[in-house]
């Protein structure tokens, strides 16, 4: 009967935080923001990443190549090289869509996800500043979480 009630409370406390998470307007951009456009996306964006897996701790610089827009979609390459390495890894695809638009504290902000073969990624981009922070996800890379900080050059 323990084990019941400690089940029901660990579920209602897991229920009760996605349920604030959901309701904060950092997770989910209000609702009258418009798609924006991907043409500010283009161009040449590096910068460091940090996170794990489940093997330990990753860190490194990630470079992200957006060579063609349309709309509120991009698509481009992205390289990374780890801390312990002076050369870029081969260039892969990315897509990338600019799924809402608005200000953030008086700034433009675009709200931007996106994929490449092996995770997903969920960001934004402070026009005003040039710079595009995003969260990677990849179950398929040993469960890797990151954190991209990258700028625009």
């Known amino acids: 009967m323990m084990k ?10 897991l229920l009760s935080a996605v349920i604030a998470l959901l309701s904060m307007d950092v997770v989910v951009p209000a ?3 418009a798609p ?5 996306l283009k161009g040449t964006w590096v910068g460091t990443y940090s996170g794990y897996s489940n093997s330990g701790r990753k860190s490194g610089l990630e470079k992200i190549v957006i060579s063609l827009v349309k709309g ?11 801390s312990a390495t002076a050369k870029w890894s081969k260039p892969k695809p990315v897509n990338l869509s600019v799924y809402a638009q608005e200000n953030d504290d008086s700034l433009p902000t675009d709200y931007i996800s996106g ?3 092996d995770g997903i990624y969920v960001g934004k981009l402070v ?3 040039n710079r595009l922070v995003f969260s990677y996800s990849s179950p398929a890379k040993d469960l890797l979480v990151l954190t991209l900080d990258l700028k625009k050059k």
């Open 115 to 117: 994929a490449d073969a």
């Open 127 to 129: 026009t005003s500043k």
């Open 4 to 13: 019941t009630i400690g089940r029901h409370v660990r579920r209602m406390t």
């Open 72 to 82: 509120s979609t991009a698509r481009g390459t992205w390289q990374s090289r780890s």
């Open 31 to 33: 609702a009258n923001a």
């Open 36 to 40: 924006g456009d991907a043409a500010v």
